[in-house]
């Protein structure tokens, strides 16, 4: 019986030899994206910025281009129009307007008026500028909060050298993700921050996976260099890694081409993740190892600080 294999059986590559360019290359993009943050910065969306949301309905299919056309004249600033869900639903975005008594209200009665009665509106959100601020305080909270317990969550089950380095990798994947939306002006909205948080979920259970193989190998194979031991705990993992990777990314790009624009920003940031993570946790997290000075003998419990009476 046939079976198609990604990963050829006993895999032998030395990806710890690759460990110092592999730093370079991170290091420069982590820089790179670091940079464009503080100068370019995001292109935050309705949600961060405040602003008005409507979903209306068609009697048909949408014209979304003589829609855009139409709703420009009303000179309201950046107005976003979307198609999501069937072809006749429609998400209008218009940025927030001057700070004037009714001003929101105004937005939604141009609007109305624009397109005339063979509309029907489903939903009206409106998102103040205090509300923005707010859901930018929370949704910088909760990635730093995931980070943190992801921190202590390796702690206690590995040792502190595997924590230190699973949190770098998981750092590692946030600032570049940020970064690639910072580099092409991608709507960064709350459904990214919902992205990342997932990243972070993911890029930790690959980075898991290849600690667990180092920690059940350094009990196996005492005597092993530790560049060859963790260079046989990656290969041994790859087949699984490789796997996992490539049918959650095809799934991942069947949304984005299939799922409208409403889902595509958080699936263009989950494919990111998904790639930058894989690549971390080979290529950052188990060469960390190396410069932290791992625990070797996992046969006894580590030497107590404290003097023995």
Same mark, same amino acid.
């Given at each position: 019986?046939?079976?198609?294999?990604?990963?050829?059986?006993?895999?032998?590559?030395?990806?710890?030899?690759?460990?110092?360019?592999?730093? $370079? +290359?991170?290091? *420069?993009?982590?820089?790179?994206?670091?940079?464009?943050?503080?100068?370019?910065?995001?292109?935050?969306?309705?949600?961060?910025?405040?602003?008005?949301?409507?979903?209306?309905?068609?009697?048909?299919?949408?014209?979304?281009?003589?829609?855009?056309?139409?709703?420009?004249?009303?000179?309201?600033?950046?107005?976003? @129009?979307?198609?999501?869900?069937?072809?006749?639903?429609?998400?209008?975005?218009?940025?927030?307007? $001057?700070?004037?008594?009714?001003?929101?209200?105004?937005? @939604?009665?141009?609007?109305?008026?624009?397109?005339?009665?063979?509309?029907?509106?489903?939903? @009206?959100?409106?998102?103040?500028?205090?509300?923005?601020?707010?859901?930018?305080?929370?949704?910088?909270?909760?990635?730093?909060?995931?980070?943190?317990?992801? *921190?202590?969550?390796?702690?206690?089950?590995?040792?502190?050298?595997?924590?230190?380095?699973?949190?770098?990798?998981?750092?590692?994947?946030?600032?570049?993700?940020?970064?690639?939306?910072?580099?092409?002006?991608?709507?960064?909205?709350?459904?990214?921050?919902?992205?990342? *948080?997932?990243?972070?979920?993911?890029?930790?259970?690959?980075?898991? +996976?290849?600690?667990?193989?180092?920690?059940?190998?350094?009990?196996?194979?005492?005597?092993?260099?530790?560049?060859?031991?963790?260079?046989?705990?990656?290969?041994?993992?790859?087949?699984?890694?490789?796997?996992?990777?490539?049918?959650?990314?095809?799934?991942?790009?069947?949304?984005?081409?299939?799922?409208?624009? @409403?889902?595509?920003?958080?699936?263009?940031?989950?494919?990111?993740?998904?790639?930058?993570?894989?690549?971390?946790?080979?290529?950052?997290?188990?060469?960390?190892?190396?410069?932290?000075?791992?625990?070797?003998?996992?046969? #006894?419990?580590?030497?107590?600080?404290?003097?023995? #009476?």
């Amino acid at each position: 019986m046939f079976r198609l294999k990604l990963v050829p059986a006993n895999t032998a590559f030395k990806f710890i030899g690759l460990r110092y360019i592999a730093y $370079a +290359v991170s290091a *420069l993009m982590v820089l790179a994206s670091m940079g464009l943050f503080f100068t370019n910065g995001l292109n935050f969306g309705i949600d961060f910025r405040g602003g008005t949301m409507i979903e209306i309905g068609t009697e048909g299919p949408a014209d979304i281009g003589d829609l855009r056309n139409r709703l420009s004249l009303l000179n309201l600033g950046d107005v976003q @129009v979307q198609e999501f869900g069937a072809p006749n639903d429609v998400l209008i975005r218009v940025e927030q307007q $001057a700070e004037t008594e009714g001003s929101d209200q105004s937005v @939604v009665e141009l609007i109305r008026a624009e397109l005339g009665e063979g509309v029907e509106y489903r939903r @009206v959100e409106v998102v103040g500028p205090k509300v923005s601020s707010e859901l930018i305080e929370a949704g910088t909270l909760a990635v730093v909060i995931a980070v943190i317990l992801m *921190l202590v969550y390796i702690w206690f089950r590995f040792e502190w050298q595997f924590s230190v380095g699973a949190v770098l990798a998981l750092l590692h994947d946030v600032l570049l993700t940020i970064g690639i939306f910072s580099i092409f002006q991608l709507e960064f909205n709350l459904s990214i921050i919902a992205a990342i *948080l997932t990243i972070v979920g993911y890029s930790m259970n690959d980075t898991v +996976v290849v600690y667990d193989r180092v920690r059940e190998n350094l009990r196996k194979y005492k005597k092993l260099n530790l560049d060859e031991l963790l260079d046989r705990s990656i290969n041994e993992t790859l087949s699984r890694t490789a796997m996992t990777s490539i049918t959650t990314l095809l799934a991942l790009l069947a949304l984005y081409i299939f799922g409208g624009e @409403v889902i595509r920003g958080f699936t263009f940031a989950m494919m990111w993740g998904v790639f930058i993570g894989t690549y971390s946790s080979i290529f950052i997290a188990a060469p960390l190892l190396m410069i932290l000075g791992v625990k070797r003998d996992w046969s #006894v419990a580590a030497p107590s600080s404290t003097p023995s #009476v």
